[in-house]
Structures are given as structure tokens and as C-alpha cells.
Antibody, heavy 123, light 107 residues
Framework: EVQLVESGGDLVQPGDSLTLSCAAS????????MSWVRQAPGKGLEWVAN????????YYVDAVKGRFTISRDNAKNSLYLQMNSLRVEDTAIYYC????????????????WGQGTLVTVSS | EIVLTQFPATLSLSPGERATLSCRAS??????LAWYQQKPGQAPRLLIY???NRATGIPARFSGSGSGTDFTLTISSLEPEDFAVYYC?????????FGQGTKLEIK
């Protein structure tokens, strides 16, 4: 069974940094692109970033480009999101998601999701 | 960026009825459209991808159709567990975008 478990969410102040983690199990982690998708409270879904199987390619939505860094450690079956210069509008549940299509790049479907971790940015 | 508009915003139906949810793209999305279901407090679940392909384990009462700019998710006979929020998503154009959602509620 595919399992994705996020951690690291917290209440932080604007301008702070935070790193989210996602522990994967139940599949060959190094075979899939992986993504972060976020959902502001009571709002819709927004794809944030994704990373290729070997970590050699990454893509980001414009709203986080230059502030967030996605990375992975295949030996630890783990995905990360380093978030710097956090803004109030980054407040959301952050989901780790598995990309369905192994040969695609930035564009993909998300066929497995974690339960999410809440990041709150507030002064 | 492709903007996806879902309608109606809320759909009130009874168990056993047929549900038809719509998603309109601001430009040609070809068949690069997916549908997700999200229940309160849960993560989204992939239902349909490439406009009409059911994801693994999704019941046959869920079907998708459409191409270009107009897409439809149909639930042939509603079960109590189908009442949720549904989102469409495109991967045709940068970046991946989602619609704002349709809430399917019990009448």
C-alpha cells in the first residue's frame, strides 16, 4: 500500500523559514516524479513544485519560485520542501503527492496523496 | 495559464440520482484533464485522468468525458459516500492548475 506521511508544519512568522518532509513507503520511490500541492484554508488546490526521479529537474509555480526548494533523498525514501521568506499567503495545508506518469515532467496527475501538514504564517 | 471554471458551484441531489459536473477550460486543454474527489478533512483522491480514464480502484459509476475546453464528470447513481467536493485539473499548459471545485451535497 502506498503511504505518504508529511511532517514539519508549524506556526511561523512572515519572513521565517520552514522545511517540510514527506516519508514514502509501499512503492519504488525512485521511480516516480513527486510533487507538493497546497490548499489554503477553505480554498482550492494549488500545485507548488515537483522533482524528477533522480532529482535532476525541478519545477515551481511562479508564486514560490526563488523562495521554495524541493529536494529528495531516494536512499531515505523522502521528499522535502524548504520554504524561505514565508508570506501570509503561503498559509495552507501542504500535501506530498506522487506523480502518476513516470515519463512526464512538470505536467502530471497526482495518484497518491499524504494527509497533509499545516503551515500557518502569521504575525 | 489555463483557468478552469467549474459549475455549478454547488449541486444538491439525492442518493440514487445521476450527477453531472462540468469543467470549462479558458483555452484548449486537449484531453489533459483529471478529476479528484475530496471529503472533509481528507486528501484529494484521483478519480479520472486523461479526461476519461478511471484511476485504479475507482468504481464504474464514475465516468469522464470531453476534450478541448469542455469536460464532464458523471456519477451514474449516487452513493452516500459520493457527497464531497470535486476538482478538475489540467496538465496541458504551464503550470498545472485546478478548478475552484464543485460541492456535491445531499438534498
Amino acid at each position: 500500500e502506498v503511504q505518504l506521511v508529511e511532517s514539519g508544519g508549524d506556526l511561523v512568522q512572515p519572513g521565517d523559514s520552514l522545511t517540510l518532509s514527506c516519508a514514502a513507503s509501499g512503492f519504488s520511490f525512485d521511480s516516480n516524479w513527486m510533487s507538493w500541492v497546497r490548499q489554503a484554508p477553505g480554498k482550492g488546490l494549488e500545485w507548488v513544485a515537483n522533482i524528477k526521479q533522480d532529482g535532476s529537474l525541478t519545477y515551481y509555480v511562479d508564486a514560490v519560485k526563488g523562495r521554495f526548494t524541493i529536494s529528495r533523498d531516494n536512499a531515505k525514501n523522502s521528499l522535502y520542501l524548504q520554504m524561505n521568506s514565508l508570506r501570509v499567503e503561503d498559509t495552507a495545508i501542504y500535501y506530498c503527492a506522487r506523480d502518476l506518469i513516470k515519463g512526464a515532467s512538470w505536467g502530471n496527475w497526482f495518484d497518491s496523496w499524504g494527509q497533509g501538514t499545516l503551515v500557518t504564517v502569521s504575525s | 495559464e489555463i483557468v478552469l471554471t467549474q459549475f455549478p458551484a454547488t449541486l444538491s441531489l439525492s442518493p440514487g440520482e445521476r450527477a453531472t459536473l462540468s469543467c470549462r477550460a479558458s483555452q484548449n486543454a486537449y484531453s489533459y484533464l483529471a478529476w479528484y474527489q475530496q471529503k472533509p478533512g481528507q486528501a484529494p483522491r484521483l478519480l479520472i485522468y486523461d479526461a476519461s480514464n478511471r484511476a485504479t480502484g475507482i468504481p464504474a459509476r464514475f465516468s469522464g468525458s470531453g476534450s478541448g475546453t469542455d469536460f464532464t464528470l458523471t456519477i451514474s447513481s449516487l452513493e452516500p459516500e459520493d457527497f464531497a467536493v470535486y476538482y478538475c485539473q489540467q496538465r496541458s499548459d504551464w503550470p498545472n492548475t485546478f478548478g475552484q471545485g464543485t460541492k456535491l451535497e445531499i438534498k
